[in-house]
């Protein structure tokens, strides 16, 4: 039941705010980087991609009507929905994809679940993965391991860090702090 209800939810949520843009005027921030209208329908619609998920990364610069996207996949499939995704957005005129696509390995798929496994299944990081789509991304590529994302607080970053430090040793850390929104406590 959830399954079906959640497409049905975002589409409704989506069209809300393609017939309301004067209700969404005001600046919107994510990770601490103000986004226009055009970033922000980039960002929603890369968020919502099939199959895009945990392992996983997308960015994008948009200037001028290009969109350039980049980061790491682990299915070509998900490099190609998503230049798809974008270039059907008003305002944009031309997609230049720079996703990389992760090379297949038995090894990496092991690491990433292993990582997954170290950061997510214990308290208190276990909440960033009852989301829909976890915000610490995973991304394992010749068993070198790379965490992205956003996380809630510095303390988050640190844990999630040393977590996965007890998996892999050849580990980067890429992890942004969000700013914490007026009137809301952690």
Do not use: C
Request: aromatic letters at 6%.
């Amino acid at each position: 039941m959830k399954k079906i209800l959640k497409p049905k939810l975002l589409a409704i949520a989506y069209a809300m705010i393609l017939l309301a843009p004067g209700a969404f005027a005001q600046e919107h921030k994510w990770a601490g980087r103000t986004l226009d209208e055009l970033e922000w329908a980039i960002h929603d619609r890369l968020a919502a991609l099939p199959f895009h998920g945990v392992f996983d990364t997308l960015r994008f610069e948009a200037h001028d009507g290009t969109v350039t996207l980049t980061g790491q996949v682990v299915k070509e499939s998900i490099r190609h929905n998503a230049e798809r995704a974008v270039s059907r957005i008003a305002g944009v005129d031309k997609v230049v994809n720079r996703v990389e696509v992760l090379p297949s390995s038995r090894q990496d798929d092991a690491l990433r679940m292993n990582v997954y496994r170290a950061i997510y299944e214990k308290a208190p990081l276990d909440r960033y993965g009852a989301r829909d789509l976890p915000p610490i991304h995973i991304i394992v590529k010749n068993g070198a391991v790379s965490l992205e994302g956003v996380v809630d607080s510095d303390a988050d970053r640190t844990l999630a860090y040393t977590r996965a430090l007890q998996v892999t040793a050849h580990l980067s850390e890429n992890l942004r702090v969000a700013p914490q929104q007026a009137g809301e406590s952690r």
